[in-house]
């Protein structure tokens, strides 16, 4: 929270005694109404990047946007000719943005202002406009609990649910899942979209709570009635498995269509789903490679992996090897394990790309390093061992 300050009586009264500049309390007055100044701007630069930062991340707060995945200007892909660039426009520019984001947000926690270091925390830990850094994570996360715990008592729902997020990651504090929902409910009672869905999920999954779905679509219905698109997607997740509510394949497609209509990508891949099988809507191919290509652009790992797969077997677009690689790579430096190791086997056995051994261990090591048992088995196989 901004620092607290003596409140004048009228704005009148206020320039009255400014005028008077030669008495001790006009030049205090002038203080006071210099730090009132900056302390505006400093909530105005702090409202705008935050919006921006929210609205980009909302879908996927787990989602990396870092400058170092951004295709290099000129640069050539693997055995194709140039990159398709303007494919990863819509990733470009929101690593774009997200990176002024940052540069304002670093900059307002440089100055002291508390509600920046959470967000600077969660670039740093997401790799969001800026490369991931856990040392520096763990730095502002700690001045960001300390801040939003010393301010909770203030009637702000988004201290609220920035506060609840902190307990529920446990990143440098003690992790407590029970002083989250505390929080998250506090937050979403006053009406805060984010933190209505945040609680709807805790319910959804159990955690701090008895699992309950009936709960989480409550919750999560407050948030998606709002526009909320993470919860309009949910809410679309739900009914298509009737978690919570009867299955209703339509309302699925609804709610998904509500999120996807807005840029959620995680809507956008699995509105391409619904449309890929027929559910609540003709099967239509094209209809699913048209949505998975927009979560594919936004860097959606799933939108990437079968927007690969429609291009791998021809469905919906006309088959083509190189834009398959394409997107499966894109999934794989974003770190998924499982398409690292079908990369791994693709450049293996020669499977819609030349055959190359180094490719393929680099990319086994890179899913094996992750955990992934297939990759570990078939690094030993080969016989490598580190």
Same mark, same amino acid.
């Given at each position: ?155 702000d729902p988004e201290i609220w649910r920035d506060l609840a997020w902190t307990y529920s990651n446990g990143q440098g504090i003690q992790q407590d899942h029970i002083q989250a929902i505390f929080w998250f409910r506090k937050a979403a009672e006053q009406g805060n979209a984010s933190a209505q869905n945040d609680l709807g999920w805790m319910y959804e999954i159990g955690l701090g709570v008895d699992q309950d779905f009936t709960q989480a679509a ?26 919570? %509510?009867? /299955?209703?394949?339509? #309302?699925? =497609? &609804? $709610?998904? +269509? !509500?999120? @996807?209509?807005? *840029? ?88 819609? %790309?030349? /055959?190359?051994?180094? #490719?393929? =261990? &680099? $990319?086994? +090591? !890179?899913? @094996?390093?992750? *955990? ?15």
């Amino acid at each position: 929270m901004t620092e607290y300050l003596p409140i004048a009586k009228s704005s009148q009264q206020l320039s009255t005694k400014i005028d008077t500049a030669s008495t001790l309390l006009g030049r205090g007055l002038a203080t006071i109404q210099k730090k009132q100044l900056v302390i505006n701007d400093q909530d105005a630069r702090y409202r705008k990047a935050r919006d921006i930062y929210d609205r980009i991340t909302e879908d996927s707060v787990n989602r990396r946007f870092n400058p170092e995945l951004l295709p290099k200007p000129g640069a050539q892909f693997d055995l194709f000719v140039d990159e398709p660039v303007n494919e990863l426009q819509p990733l470009i520019n929101h690593t774009i943005q997200l990176g002024e984001v940052y540069r304002q947000l670093k900059q307002l926690a440089d100055e002291g202002y508390g509600k920046a270091y959470f967000i600077v925390a969660s670039m740093y830990w997401g790799g969001q406009g800026v490369a991931k850094d856990v040392e520096k994570y763990n730095f502002f996360n700690k001045y960001a609990f300390q801040w939003l715990f010393n301010n909770c008592e203030s009637n702000d729902p988004e201290i609220w649910r920035d506060l609840a997020w902190t307990y529920s990651n446990g990143q440098g504090i003690q992790q407590d899942h029970i002083q989250a929902i505390f929080w998250f409910r506090k937050a979403a009672e006053q009406g805060n979209a984010s933190a209505q869905n945040d609680l709807g999920w805790m319910y959804e999954i159990g955690l701090g709570v008895d699992q309950d779905f009936t709960q989480a679509a409550f919750w999560i219905r407050k948030a998606a009635e709002q526009g909320n698109s993470s919860a309009q997607k949910e809410l679309g997740f739900m009914y298509r498995n009737g978690l919570g %509510v009867d /299955q209703d394949f339509t #309302q699925a =497609v &609804f $709610w998904f +269509r !509500k999120a @996807a209509e807005q *840029g959620n990508s995680s809507a956008q891949k699995e509105l391409g789903y619904m449309y890929r099988n027929g559910l609540s809507v003709d099967q239509d191919d094209t209809q699913a490679v048209l949505w998975y290509r927009k979560a594919a652009e936004q860097g959606d790992v799933w939108g990437q992996i079968d927007l690969g797969w429609m291009y791998e077997n021809g469905r919906g677009v006309i088959q083509d090897n190189s834009q398959a690689v394409f997107w499966y790579r894109k999934a794989a430096e974003q770190g998924d394990a499982k398409i690292q190791y079908k990369l791994g086997l693709m450049y293996e056995n020669g499977q819609r %790309v030349y /055959q190359d051994s180094a #490719q393929a =261990v &680099f $990319w086994y +090591r !890179k899913a @094996a390093e992750q *955990g992934n048992l297939r990759a570990i088995t078939r690094l030993e196989e080969l016989g490598i061992k580190d």
